[in-house]
């Protein structure tokens, strides 16, 4: 693991919403193939450090770079090419059918040609078992659907990266391990990614490395074995026994 | 599909365009360029009322003849009753007004007034089964008290009520007065029951009765010692000019002078025109 | 009232009058129809500086903006023309058709931009966050996402200001123009019917029909873009 490549390097990240601190100086390290989840209490900045990355929320002082390029404003539109992100309400185009949401970065970027977006996006759909669905609007789908929707189109433009801020928050059980198997397969295909959810036996599984926030802080960090299992912190140990 | 749709879309509405702003640039054409503006308010038929859509009447002959005797253009522009005075006075967007005005002092303060050209009667409009006590052939302001009245707002007709009810005849009554759009809407108004009465001025009066069969209008006194004695509420109509436009107001003054010289058979011009717009010049 | 119906055939068989209707009524539509145009021009940029990030270049268009809309809201739209005719334009043979043009227009644009200002901030921020992260530029994201969701959100309203529009022109009778308004006015003054009830009566069917022709297309228009929406019953 150490001799890969270092994908994303944040340095002393620090976001604040007028007086109220978010984030209070994260230092953070991704490397490539790395399976990161972020856990910690609401309101403890998780989210907003997960949409600090592809400056969602734009950071108010620190460093970020991806694959040593420090992410400025000017560059900012190229650099989410790379970070992929799937957000906890799918945040699918409305107005726009399945197959125009696939295709509209890679072509709006010039990425792709139309035909060669078109033959991906369908690939893609017919993965997920949804090829039928390519002509319907958004509103027509279950939130199972959406959101494997939601995470073709993040991979239709190939990102280094995916970002997940709590994809199954907004699911109803039957539609949640739909939508974690398919995380799942991504994560066997050596994806990197950075997850923040609530599935806890998911996050277990799936990591390589678990980061918790609190206040704003990283707290502890380490393998899914070291965290669930001999958490050093008391503010972990509080958490979990909150939680299992 | 998509496509050939909103080009048709497109081409309809730029075809609208264009055609409405031609209609608009033709309406325009005919607008502007003249020397003079002179305001007016239609209808007061037969002074000023519209005939295919153009002022006509009285006022707008005699506008016409300054023009001709000062050689220039003069537009005439239908207003709001209300705002002739000031306009006039301000001299801006208007150089006179003709409109029936009565000569009152606080006007003849704002405008100068040219010689008085037709002397009017104030007549009250009522219901033929619900009029006011009647002396004979006229009604006497008396007759009026605590009625709910109704003229043409800022009309002499409304001004004369106004003063009888602050303090002269009607002081003291709970008469009241009801500013409306037009001496039209006044006697509209009495059909509604909204009013009592309406107070016009005689021609006005005598075109509405005549087509509003229930309709009926006598003219108004100030009462005498004697019923002989009565006296009509009697006004002068002349032209308003801004102080300024002397050369507009001796022009007026040369025309309305020639207009008010009797023929022959002891009418003025005046007089014939009166009749031939109110309709009546082959009786 | 039988009297009130020989009165309506009176005026139907009356030549001259269905002209000066249609006279009227050609200015009410021309008057509304450059205003609603002016109104959503000028409407449209007002609720784009508004929506837009705030910058320093923005403070002061910001806030020429919030004044303009505060001023035009808050005051009748009777006294506006006033102020235009006897103020503003009051210069002599100024063609007092565009004054009525500007006037309206000025005052829609306040309401179309209000319209329009809600109809973009309707639109949930998760879908321009979406494009976003998809890399697009703030321009695309506007064009292809925002504006054709807010437009679905306008129309109706934007509907209910054009017949607001084309019913508050019957005000410029007040400044003297011949308008459908003042053409009953003519017809009911002394020298023609003599009676106002009538001809205004008729005036009102003709606004009337205007405006469901109005309500008509709207809808129309409302139903072909709510697709998106229609094929989630499906």
Same mark, same amino acid.
């Given at each position: 693991m150490e001799n890969k490549d270092t994908d994303l390097i944040v340095k002393n990240l620090r976001k604040s919403f007028g007086k109220n601190k978010v984030l209070n100086g994260i230092n953070f390290e991704l490397k490539e193939g *790395?399976?990161?989840?972020?856990?910690?209490? &609401? @309101? &403890?900045?998780?989210?907003?450090?997960?949409?600090?990355?592809?400056?969602? *929320?734009?950071?108010?002082? @620190?460093?970020? #770079?991806l694959d040593g390029v420090l992410i400025t404003e000017k560059n900012i539109r190229k650099m989410r090419r790379n970070l992929g992100m799937v957000f906890q309400h799918f945040n699918l185009i409305s107005n726009m059918t399945v197959m125009e949401n696939l295709t509209l970065a890679p072509l709006k970027l010039k990425l792709m040609k139309r035909d060669e977006a078109e033959k991906r996006a369908m690939e893609l759909l017919k993965h997920i078992g949804l090829p039928g669905k390519a002509n319907a609007y958004p509103a027509s789908l279950s939130g199972g659907q959406k959101q494997r929707v939601a995470i073709i189109r993040a991979m239709m433009l190939n990102p280094e990266v995916l970002l997940f801020d709590e994809p199954t928050s907004a699911l109803d059980p039957e539609s949640i391990e739909d939508v974690l198997s398919l995380i799942r397969e991504l994560a066997d295909r050596g994806m990197t990614i950075m997850i923040v959810t609530h599935e806890m036996s998911f996050a277990k599984e799936i990591a390589t490395r678990i980061v918790f926030i609190d206040k704003g802080r990283i707290i502890e960090e380490g393998t899914p074995e070291e965290f669930f299992s001999h958490p050093k912190t008391p503010r972990v140990q509080e958490f979990l026994k909150k939680i299992l | 599909m998509h496509k050939v749709k909103s080009t048709i879309f497109i081409m309809l509405f730029l075809l609208v365009t264009v055609g409405m702003g031609v209609s608009v640039w033709w309406s325009i054409d005919g607008e502007k360029g003249a020397d003079y503006v002179v305001e007016t308010n239609v209808p007061f038929a037969p002074f000023e009322y519209y005939e295919n859509r153009q002022v006509v009447g009285v006022d707008v002959d005699i506008v016409n003849r300054v023009a001709k005797k000062l050689d220039k253009t003069i537009q005439v522009k239908n207003v709001e009753f209300d705002v002739i005075i000031d306009n006039v006075e301000a001299g801006k967007i208007a150089d006179a007004g003709a409109a029936g005005l009565t000569?009152?002092? /606080?006007? =003849? *303060?704002?405008?100068?007034?040219?010689?008085? #050209? #037709?002397?009017?009667?104030? #007549?009250?409009?009522?219901?033929?089964?619900?009029?006011?006590?009647?002396?004979?052939?006229?009604?006497?302001?008396? /007759?009026? =008290?605590? =009625?709910?009245? @109704?003229?043409?707002?800022? &009309?002499? @007709?409304?001004?004369?009520? *106004?003063?009888e009810i602050e303090n002269g005849v009607l002081a003291g009554t709970s008469t009241t007065i009801k500013g409306i759009d037009s001496h039209q809407l006044a006697a509209d108004a009495i059909l509604a029951h909204i009013i009592d009465y309406a107070v016009a001025d005689e021609l006005a009066a005598k075109f509405i009765i005549d087509k509003n069969p229930d309709l009926e209008a006598l003219p108004l006194y100030y009462s005498g010692a004697t019923r002989e004695l009565d006296y009509p509420v009697e006004e002068s109509y002349a032209i308003a000019v801004n102080k300024d436009r002397t050369e507009l107001l001796e022009a007026f003054n040369e025309v309305l002078s020639e207009m008010l010289t009797e023929d022959a058979e002891g009418k003025t011009e005046i007089d014939r025109l009166v009749l031939k717009h109110m309709g009546l010049v082959n009786e | 009232m039988n009297n009130f119906f020989e009165k309506i055939a009176e005026l139907f068989s009356t030549p001259a009058y269905i002209e000066s209707l249609l006279h009227g009524f050609l200015l009410t539509i021309q008057i509304s129809y450059f205003a609603i145009l002016i109104g959503i021009l000028l409407g449209t940029i007002i609720a784009l500086i508004d929506v837009a990030k705030p910058s320093k270049w923005l403070v002061i268009p910001k806030f020429i903006c919030s004044v303009y809309t505060t001023i035009i809201r808050g005051t009748p739209m009777a006294l506006q023309l006033f102020i235009m005719f006897f103020v503003i334009f009051a210069f002599k043979g100024f063609p007092s058709i565009i004054t009525a043009i500007i006037a309206f227009g000025l005052n829609s644009a306040a309401y179309t931009a209000e319209v329009i200002r809600g109809g973009i901030l309707s639109v949930d921020s998760g879908q321009t966050e979406a494009g976003l992260a998809l890399g697009l530029s703030q321009r695309t994201i506007f064009f292809k996402i925002v504006a054709p969701q807010a437009i679905k959100n306008i129309i109706p309203a934007l509907g209910n200001e054009i017949i607001t529009v084309i019913k508050e022109t019957a005000i410029v009778s007040m400044v003297g123009m011949y308008d459908l308004n003042m053409a009953a006015k003519d017809i009911g003054s002394g020298q023609n019917m003599a009676s106002y009830i009538v001809p205004m009566f008729v005036a009102a069917l003709f606004y009337l029909a205007t405006i469901y022709i109005i309500t008509f297309i709207v809808k129309r228009i409302e139903k072909s873009l709510r697709k998106s929406d229609l094929r989630a019953e499906a």
């Open positions: *790395e399976r990161v989840v972020i856990l910690g209490p &609401s @309101g &403890s900045g998780k989210s907003t450090f997960l949409r600090c990355i592809n400056w969602m *929320e734009v950071p108010t002082s @620190g460093e970020i #770079y | 000569i009152t002092p /606080a006007r =003849a *303060e704002k405008v100068n007034f040219t010689i008085p #050209y #037709y002397d009017s009667v104030q #007549y009250v409009i009522f219901n033929k089964n619900m009029p006011p006590s009647l002396r004979d052939d006229h009604v006497v302001w008396e /007759a009026l =008290a605590d =009625a709910k009245l @109704g003229s043409q707002i800022g &009309s002499t @007709g409304y001004l004369f009520v *106004e003063d | -």
